[in-house]
């Protein structure tokens, strides 16, 4: 099973960027949906961002406008650019992904999650 491994997190400034990166352990083939979650102490975990391999995107209310992903050429890697940066951003951040359908959803790869802090 292609592992996925998050980096990136840190603590930043309210109103500043981090750029999070999701590395899967193998080629991907050219099906699949990767996803960005977080979840905040004491709070379930949301779905923030997807991206699948048609080049669908789609992003929680949350984020949008303020957050994008981005693929790299070799495709293995997922970036979450985050600008613009708030408060309620803070979180523990996961990539997730499946590599059978381009439907986003029945996610069975999971990372370990990078924690990402914003303060005031």
């Known amino acids: 099973q292609v592992q996925l491994a998050e980096s990136g997190g840190g603590s930043v400034q309210s109103g500043g960027s981090l750029r999070l990166s999701c590395v899967a352990s193998?080629?991907?083939?050219?099906?699949?949906?990767m996803a960005w979650f977080r979840q905040a102490p004491g709070q379930g975990r949301e779905e923030i961002a997807r991206f699948s391999s048609v080049g669908y995107t789609s992003y929680d209310d949350s984020v949008k406008g303020r957050f994008n992903v981005a693929q790299e050429n070799g495709q293995n890697t997922l970036y979450l650019n985050m600008q613009d940066m708030k408060p309620e951003d803070t979180a523990m951040y996961y990539c997730a992904a499946q590599f059978t359908q381009i439907w986003c959803r029945d996610y069975d790869s999971w990372g370990q999650g990078t924690q990402v802090t914003v303060g005031l």
């Open positions: 193998a080629y991907i083939g050219s099906t699949y949906c």
